[in-house]
């Protein structure tokens, strides 16, 4: 799994301040894709030791935000285990794949986007989405749908 860049971001899941990190091979190829450089074979190949670099210049995160990986779904779920074990941190995933591969996933991230770009729906803001996310409570399994958090057009209403 590479990563192209990171950066610390507010609106990718609702009340984290997450470090996402956007990785490269995007195999989903969606039309009209806003990061389509992210399909390119690019980046840096991560090791736990580099993950752990980067939490730890980032104090004040609240998640890690793993941002693609759709080629890579085992090395995506390793890291994400290993960021809640060894840190404590919520953890979530934006996949462009319309399913989620495994239930067992579940069990390693607070959140999951999933859904393709469709030019005609529009990203997760959009009230027309075709993207959902959704949270994820532990003990006992709970999943909640929140893609509405994330609507324009409601974003302003209480």
Not at 6 to 26: G, H, K, W
Not at 58 to 81: L, R, T, Y
Request: aromatic residues 10%.
């Amino acid at each position: 799994m590479k990563i192209y860049n990171t950066q610390v971001v507010l609106r990718e899941f609702p009340d984290e301040i997450t470090l996402a990190l956007n990785i490269s091979n995007c195999p989903n190829r969606c039309k009209g894709c806003h990061s389509p450089y992210l399909q390119e074979d690019q980046g840096v190949v991560v090791y736990e030791d580099i993950l752990d670099s980067l939490i730890e210049s980032n104090p004040g995160i609240s998640c890690v935000g793993f941002m693609g990986g759709d080629a890579s779904v085992d090395e995506v779920v390793q890291f994400a285990k290993h960021v809640r074990d060894k840190y404590g941190l919520k953890t979530g995933w934006y996949s462009g794949k319309d399913y989620i591969p495994n239930t067992d996933i579940l069990n390693y991230f607070d959140y999951i986007k999933y859904g393709h770009y469709d030019e005609q729906c529009g990203p997760l803001d959009s009230p027309k989405t075709n993207q959902v996310m959704i949270r994820i409570e532990h003990d006992p399994l709970k999943i909640e749908v929140i893609t509405h958090k994330f609507n324009r057009e409601l974003s302003d209403v209480k």
